[in-house]
């Protein structure tokens, strides 16, 4: 790995991406993106705007049509099948819809993400605790999550995201189904990952959100870069 | 995938059977029903092919030598009988021997030779056992082409009929326990198919932090085995029992049939079918996981 892989975490060169169905859709045309280690970036851009394929491009639940995509320092194009659960590892993830396993505890939903990638239990034991201390969930650790309210499952996301201490977490609209409240708690806490030098990437429709945050922001708009300006705003003020 | 992360798959496999008990009951029970059938067809078939067996090694081929052979020209006939290949023994039967079996078959009062005018109607005989029911027609007919042998006689027609229906049962016997190990396979991989479905958002979460598919495949391989295991044991104690009630019985009643009885065979059916229901848990779980779990 050379020096320069360590300062950008995600670089797309001329990225498009086409849905072959019954009709073409061009979901993302040549977009050209660097995003540096601990950086974050909102993307902000109207639904069908391509927000949604640009991440799942970056997670590589899918491959582009055309162009090169890098993340931490590996070509996803040219990523064997077997190297991609090694990729995920350094990405963390957090859904508008939780995505929560119902049956199972706030420790045990975070441990979930630990087992997966066959941490000792021990390791586990030690870990799990301290993240949900850092989301303010210790207290409610044995409570299911039907149990707890919008925000705190979300928090639970948010620290199965961060468990496993990836380079990147990628939101996906993380406050859309929040209250103001509730939506700034998330962000808080998604300031303080990104301290330590996280790298995060918030796809999102809140617009005041954006506007108070002063965060770089790319705008997407049919499948095309409209926009990218660091301390930016959810609307071209200019 | 590491050994150590075993324990957690053995524990998502056991979460998941008792989650799904219902359909765990539903499925062992099944394969605890497809592997009697199985365990029954299989020793139906070896008992056949013991009766078979029992009767073909009784099965003798009696050649009746020329009447006037002298006594020592018969006796030397008795090497060329053993040098038929297959002739596993020949005894000698003198013609007096013969005449005093019927004798005795007829009653003691009777005096067979004074009412057939003193003279002994009966050839000497050699009773010749076969070293397979198999061979028994084929050494009759080199045994008739010797020299000084009147006829041979060995109940033609009756052994070759015996025979077939042994092959006969034996193909069927295969058929149905494959159809039938068939038939499991395929209804546990529905109750895997059933339990990925139930467990779809935890492989989606898995695939996403990052677990590799080894690791999200075994809970499911260990479930599959453990049903197929559970299954067939419940199949093994049932045989063990219903067949030792059957022996108990049957030797009782009937006690002409001949029944197997052999513990080491025995033991080797219940232990294949234990490993066969293992193998069918594994196998039923591949299948699904192949075509409902693409990671």
């Known amino acids: 790995m050379y020096r320069g892989d360590l300062i950008i975490m995600i670089k797309m060169v001329n990225v498009s991406k086409v849905y072959q169905g019954e009709v073409k859709v061009r979901a993302l045309s040549h977009i050209n993106l660097h995003i540096d ?22 997670i590589r639940e899918e491959l582009p049509t055309s162009g090169q995509i890098i993340v931490g320092g590996k070509s996803l194009p040219r990523l064997k099948e077997k190297e991609v659960p090694l990729l995920r590892r350094k990405i963390g993830f957090i859904f508008q819809d939780f995505r929560l396993l119902m049956e199972r505890t706030v420790y045990e939903n975070v441990a979930f993400a630990m087992e997966a990638i066959e941490i000792p239990r021990s390791t586990v034991r030690e870990r799990v605790p301290a993240v949900l201390e850092m989301v303010g969930l210790k207290d409610k650790m044995s409570m299911y999550p039907h149990e707890l309210s919008g925000g705190q499952q979300q928090r639970v996301c948010i620290a199965r995201a961060v468990v496993n201490d990836p ?21 808080r806490i998604l300031a303080a990952i990104n301290k330590r030098g996280t790298t995060i990437i918030t796809a999102t429709h809140d617009r005041e959100m954006v506007d108070k945050m002063k965060r770089r922001v790319i705008a997407l708009s049919d499948g095309e870069i409209v926009r990218d300006e660091e301390r930016g705003t959810y609307r071209n003020e200019a | 995938m590491k050994l150590s992360s075993m324990g957690y798959s053995l524990r998502d496999a056991f979460r998941s059977l008792w989650r799904n008990k219902f359909m765990t009951i539903a499925s062992v ?6 592997m009697v059938i199985l365990g029954a067809a299989w020793i139906l078939v070896l008992n056949t092919e013991y009766l078979a067996s029992t009767m073909e090694s009784e099965l003798e081929i009696n050649v009746y030598l020329e009447k006037e052979l002298t006594r020592d020209a018969a006796l030397e006939i008795k090497d060329k009988i053993q040098k038929v290949s297959g002739v596993e023994e020949a005894v000698f039967i003198a013609k007096e021997e013969g005449l005093e079996d019927m004798e005795e078959r007829f009653g003691e009062e009777s005096d067979l030779l004074q009412s057939l005018g003193g003279v002994n109607p009966l050839p000497d005989v050699y009773r010749i056992k076969a070293l397979d029911g198999d061979l028994v027609p084929q050494i009759a007919s080199e045994l008739a082409a010797l020299e000084g042998i009147e006829t041979v006689r060995y109940g033609q027609g009756f052994v070759e009929k015996l025979l077939s229906l042994t092959d006969w049962l034996r193909t069927v016997g295969l058929g149905v326990i494959f159809a039938v190990g068939l038939a499991a396979i395929f209804l546990i991989a529905t ?6 479905f139930a467990r779809r958002r935890e492989v989606t979460i898995m695939k996403l932090v990052g677990a590799t598919n080894w690791y999200i495949r075994w809970p499911f391989f260990l479930e599959g085995m453990i049903i197929g295991f559970a299954g067939a044991f419940l199949a093994v104690m049932s045989i063990y029992f219903i067949y030792g009630q059957l022996v108990q019985n049957i030797s009782v009643m009937v006690s002409f049939v001949p029944i197997m009885t052999d513990q080491g065979v025995l033991y080797n059916i219940y232990k294949n079918l234990l490993l066969m229901g293992t193998a069918i848990g594994a196998l039923g779980s591949a299948v699904s996981l192949h075509r409902f779990l693409k990671v």
């Open chain 2, 29 to 34: 029970a099944t394969v605890a029903i497809s």
């Open chain 1, 167 to 187: 380079l990147i977490i990628i939101a996906d609209e993380p406050t859309g189904n929040l209250d103001p409240d509730n939506s700034w708690d998330i962000m």
């Open chain 2, 191 to 196: 109750t895997i198919r059933l339990t990925v």
């Open chain 1, 37 to 58: 280690r601990g950086e974050f970036v909102f993307i902000v851009g109207p639904s069908g705007a391509g927000k949604s394929t640009l991440t799942r491009l970056i």
